[in-house]
Every structure is written in structure tokens, then in C-alpha cells.
T-cell receptor, first 115, second 113 residues
Framework: GESVGLHLPTLSVQEGDNSIINCAYS??????FIWYKQESGKGPQFIID?????DKRQGQRVTVLLNKTVKHLSLQIAATQPGDSAVYFC??????????????FGGGTRVLVKP | EPEVTQTPSHQVTQMGQEVILRCVPI?????FYWYRQILGQKVEFLVS????????KSEIFDDQFSVERPDGSNFTLKIRSTKLEDSAMYFC???????????FGSGTRLTVV
């Protein structure tokens, strides 16, 4: 069945260093992927997205890489800051339906930024 | 910036009781969703709602669950007879349409005792 999973449940990183969070997905038909950040007690917050016809997309301090050959997604955070401490989820959306387009979330990676 | 608003932020209920979780999606959005997150676990899809009807639901969304958009602005999730395992954070989300811009609310923490 469909599944989205993460390799590392917890990532501890020094402030100022770069962070890399990985995600594996199993539905090769998924055509849209999103990274979310979730802080304690809050809902998922959109970080960056990428469509399946791209392999890289950059935002402010974040880059998402998509490798469709091995069905792998990663989120890179440059110059990690204390405010980046949170749980990060990847999510996938299967090909477009007439309505719905539910998100399938991965298990999450907790990022801890050390001062 | 437009927000999805959920109330209450925390609800405690006794097992077997009915609860209604409330959400006010972004006003011009067309697609509405409920997700839940059991403590320490991933976010799980419950149901999607479009054009005044359910468009998709998960296995979790059994006969004890129902959704309603009673007045064009609120979007509610009802659990008829709560079970201990219904304890979770429930997130409402909405989406504008052809784009994939989901916006999540801050969630309602439901505790069934």
C-alpha cells in the first residue's frame, strides 16, 4: 500500500550548521510533495513543495530535493537556527482526482538545534 | 494572513459522549479536511469534503464520525460515542482549489477519559 516514511526519527544539529532531513515514499504515482514543520501544540505549517516534474526547488534557507528513481525526498535547511527546532513531516499527494487530494504524511523527524 | 480557526483548543469528554469539533476554514476555500494525530505519531487523514459532500474518507472515519458544513462558514467533525482511542489532536485544513495550498488550523486536543 501507500506509505511515506522517514529514516531518522531525531536529528540533533548545532546552530549554524546545515540540516538534512530524509523521506522515502513508496507510491511512484505521487506527483506532488510537501514538507511541513510542526511546532509543539500547533498544526502543520507549510515549508516548501515540489512537483514530480522537478528534482530541486529552493526557498528561503530551505531546499527540497526529489529523486524519483529511488523515491526519495529530502529537506535541507541552511544555517539552522533555534527557531527551526520542530518536527518535520513530508507528505505526498497522489495524482489529481476530481476532488479530495488527501495528504499522506510520513512519520516525522524531530530536529533539535543546539546553541 | 488568512487562518483556519479551530475551537475549542482542548476538550475533555467522558467515554461514550458525543463531541463536536468546530472549524472555520478560510472563507474562499473550497476543499475541507479533517486529520488527526495521536500523541507521538504521524498525522493521519480522516475525511475530505467538497461541494457539500464527502469526497474521500479513511478507514478511521467509521459510522461514529460525521462531518457537516451547516452554514457556509463552519465545518464540523462529530464523534457520536467517543472511545478512549479517539484521544488525539484533530486538525482541520482547507484548500483553495486548483492549487495545493493547504492551510491547517492549530488543532483541537481531544482527551477521552
Amino acid at each position: 500500500g501507500e506509505s511515506v516514511g522517514l529514516h531518522l526519527p531525531t536529528l540533533s544539529v548545532q546552530e549554524g550548521d546545515n540540516s538534512i532531513i530524509n523521506c522515502a515514499y513508496s507510491n511512484s504515482a505521487s506527483d506532488y510533495f510537501i514538507w511541513y514543520k510542526q511546532e509543539s501544540g500547533k498544526g502543520p505549517q507549510f515549508i516548501i513543495d515540489i512537483r514530480s516534474n522537478m528534482d530541486k526547488r529552493q526557498g528561503q534557507r530551505v531546499t527540497v530535493l526529489l529523486n524519483k528513481t529511488v523515491k526519495h525526498l529530502s529537506l535541507q535547511i541552511a544555517a539552522t537556527q533555534p527557531g527551526d527546532s520542530a518536527v518535520y513531516f513530508c507528505a505526498e499527494i497522489p495524482p489529481i482526482k476530481a476532488a479530495g487530494n488527501k495528504l499522506t504524511f510520513g512519520g516525522g523527524t524531530r530536529v533539535l538545534v543546539k546553541p | 494572513e488568512p487562518e483556519v480557526t479551530q475551537t475549542p483548543s482542548h476538550q475533555v469528554t467522558q467515554m461514550g459522549q458525543e463531541v463536536i469539533l468546530r472549524c472555520v476554514p478560510i472563507s474562499n476555500h473550497l476543499y475541507f479536511y479533517w486529520y488527526r494525530q495521536i500523541l507521538g505519531q504521524k498525522v493521519e487523514f480522516l475525511v475530505s469534503f467538497y461541494n457539500n459532500e464527502i469526497s474521500e474518507k479513511s478507514e478511521i472515519f467509521d459510522d461514529q464520525f460525521s462531518v457537516e458544513r451547516p452554514d457556509g462558514s463552519n465545518f464540523t467533525l462529530k464523534i457520536r460515542s467517543t472511545k478512549l482511542e479517539d484521544s488525539a489532536m484533530y486538525f482541520c485544513a482547507s484548500k483553495g482549489g486548483a492549487n495545493y495550498g493547504y492551510t491547517f488550523g492549530s488543532g483541537t486536543r481531544l482527551t477521552v477519559v
